[in-house]
């Protein structure tokens, strides 16, 4: 950070040094003065709505679902902590991210995200049903060096926020903590099955103060267990009764599939995470990755209609769970469809490989001959800028599971090579495998589209650019 950004950053956590100690002596107005506080350091970065609406919750008080989930923040997570993730998140992405990401996007023609996954490790200590990682075994880890380079040039072109995937991302967790240390203003999350979390690793994160965790669960013992093998469910909730009584913020990460969308739906199930300390919940859909991914795994239309209004049941503001959540396959209508291939984020693999996503292992470039801009500007991410969104109902939003034609096209134009390490699988092989999903979901899916509002998302996309205005002709 510059000499200016330390001493930026030192007069807000002084404020909110005073604020923190003093919202429990009038939780109402310290809460509002906490978000007076956002709403000048964003200076129009969102909405004011936005804004508004935080202050109407906070003045309904006890009788809306999110001011109790805001105490339950301020009661349970250490405020040494809170006040270094309140920092990193709003001062670091919120304010100083999101305005360079938007301006790098204008300067350099191409996408720049506002997060990065990467992939210490392949190596992983289970071997989940389902999980494309367990095939890869401990063939291929990022160096700390190039860990960190990824981070630096990634901070350089306004990206604030990184999550570690795998493989098992704590087998780096020296490292981890380490990166955490050389940027106080950027914040991480490891997706983690918890087994490795112990004392001194939850001292770090409460001394570093900008890295959470998402503890991978599917639903409770028997079917978490059935997935990620006997034992795991009752680790996770011990490593969850360890972040707990350290202060340290933790969720959950649940891949639904046709098996266990009951169960880990339920009011049992969400109940329990939030006895544990659970904060925030994330979900996405099983995808078929790899050669033997059980494609009996993707859930049914029935059920991701099933997805979509549960979420708006579980975040309503009068009947709610005071929880944070997010799927993302049924929220592409809030970014406006997919946000791969550097939209809003892409992926990093264990051997330096730059995916457009998390769940397609395809690539052009490698960050051991690339730099992360050129990477950005290679034919298969501006493909991916081109082309988004992949349709116009956003409840239909990846280009391989809702829309496989799209991904066939893209990487058939562009050349780009499979990046499974185990054996190559061709876009035709995955695509394949959602086909039938994709033909049964897209009727379902417009109808819903239809009957129910959506969120007034401002997406900015190629086509929006005068350079895609001209080319679409919509000038």
Not at 288 to 314: C, F, N, S
Not at 318 to 334: A, H, I, N
Request: aromatic fraction near 10%; charged fraction near 30%.
């Amino acid at each position: 950070m510059t000499i200016k950004e330390k001493a930026e950053r030192a007069a807000v956590g002084a404020t909110l040094d005073t604020l923190l100690k003093y919202v429990d002596k009038n939780p109402e107005e310290n809460l509002l003065k906490l978000i007076s506080l956002g709403e000048k350091l964003l200076g129009g970065t969102f909405p004011q709505s936005s804004i508004e609406a935080a202050r109407r919750v906070v003045k309904e008080g006890e009788s809306n679902m999110y001011y109790r989930f805001a105490m339950s923040m301020l009661k349970d997570i250490d405020r040494g902590l809170l006040k270094k993730l309140l920092l990193s998140m709003g001062l670091g992405a919120g304010v100083k991210g999101t305005k360079a990401v938007r301006k790098n996007r204008d300067i350099y023609k191409c996408n720049i995200p506002f997060l990065m996954l990467m992939d210490p490790t392949s190596a992983c200590n289970m071997k989940c049903k389902g999980c494309w990682s367990a095939e890869y075994g401990h063939k291929n880890s990022l160096t700390y060096e190039e860990m960190h380079s990824i981070v630096k040039q990634g901070r350089e072109l306004g990206t604030h926020v990184y999550m570690y995937t795998g493989g098992e991302p704590l087998i780096r967790k020296d490292d981890i903590i380490k990166i955490c240390e050389e940027y106080p203003d950027c914040a991480f999350l490891a997706f983690t099955n918890a087994t490795l979390v112990d004392e001194k690793f939850c001292e770090d994160m409460k001394r570093v103060g900008n890295i959470t965790l998402a503890i991978s669960v599917e639903g409770d013992q028997n079917s978490s267990d059935a997935r990620r093998g006997e034992g795991h469910y009752q680790k996770a909730l011990k490593a969850m009764e360890l972040l707990k009584s350290k202060g340290c913020l933790f969720g959950i990460s649940v891949c639904y599939t046709r098996d266990n969308v009951p169960t880990v739906t339920s009011d049992e199930f969400l109940d329990k995470m939030i006895e544990c300390g659970v904060k925030f919940a994330l979900y996405f859909n099983f995808m078929p990755i790899g050669h033997d991914a059980p494609v009996e795994l993707i859930p049914t239309p029935e059920q991701r209609e099933h997805m979509y209004y549960w979420l708006r049941k579980v975040r309503n503001q009068r009947t709610g769970k005071p929880l944070f959540f997010m799927d993302f396959q049924s929220d592409g209508e809030y970014p406006g469809g997919c946000i791969a291939g550097g939209r809003n984020y892409f992926h990093i693999n264990s051997a330096g490989d730059m995916e457009p996503c998390v769940f397609i292992h395809y690539s052009d470039a490698n960050i051991r001959t690339h730099t992360i801009l050129e990477g950005l500007r290679n034919p298969l991410f501006m493909a991916f800028r081109h082309d988004q969104p992949f349709n116009e109902n956003h409840l239909r939003p990846c280009p391989m599971l809702e829309n496989p034609d799209c991904l066939r096209k893209i990487i058939k134009e562009t050349g780009a090579k499979s990046t499974n390490l185990v054996r190559e699988e061709s876009a035709e092989e995955l695509c394949s495998k959602c086909d039938k999903f994709a033909r049964e979901w897209a009727p379902r899916a417009e109808e819903i589209w239809k009957n129910n509002p959506h969120p007034n998302w401002k997406a900015h996309y190629y086509r929006d650019t005068p350079e895609g205005k001209a080319e679409f002709g919509l000038e």
